[in-house]
Nanobody, 123 residues
Framework: QVQLVESGGGSVQAGGSLRLSCAAS????????TGWFRQATGKEREFVAA????????YYTDSVKGRFTISRDSAKNTVFLQMNSLKPEDTAVYYC????????????????WGQGTQVTVSS
């Protein structure tokens, strides 16, 4: 069993930065691949970034490449999403998700989800 809690969301102007955190509780989190997803109002949930359980691999959706960075601190059981050069179209609720021994952009493969944190970017 893994519990995930996101934090770090907020309101920023375009061009600003935010750092989201996903704190995990439960044993063996180091064996879980983790993904970030987002859902804007009236839109479907979409994949943002993923990191493998060993942090050797990362993957991003095209729209955030070069602006967002996913990382993990295994000692703290935390995964981060550093978001720079934010745009109004990045406005959404951001969710982290975890799945054991998975490294995938597919939401269906993630078993555990956090409650989400709101990110609002104004122009």
């Amino acid at each position: 069993q893994v519990q995930l809690v996101e934090s770090g969301g907020g309101s920023v102007q375009a061009g600003g930065s935010l750092r989201l955190s996903c704190a995990a509780s439960g044993r063996s989190f180091s064996t879980y691949g983790t993904g970030w997803f987002r859902q804007a109002t009236g839109k479907e949930r979409e994949f943002v970034a993923a990191i493998s359980w060993g942090a050797n691999n990362t993957y991003y959706t095209d729209s955030v490449k070069g602006r967002f960075t996913i990382s993990r601190d295994s000692a703290k059981n935390t995964v981060f999403l550093q978001m720079n050069s934010l745009k109004p179209e990045d406005t959404a609720v951001y969710y982290c998700a975890a799945a054991r021994f998975r490294f995938t952009p597919s939401a269906a493969e993630y078993r555990y989800w956090g409650q989400g944190t709101q990110v609002t970017v104004s122009s």
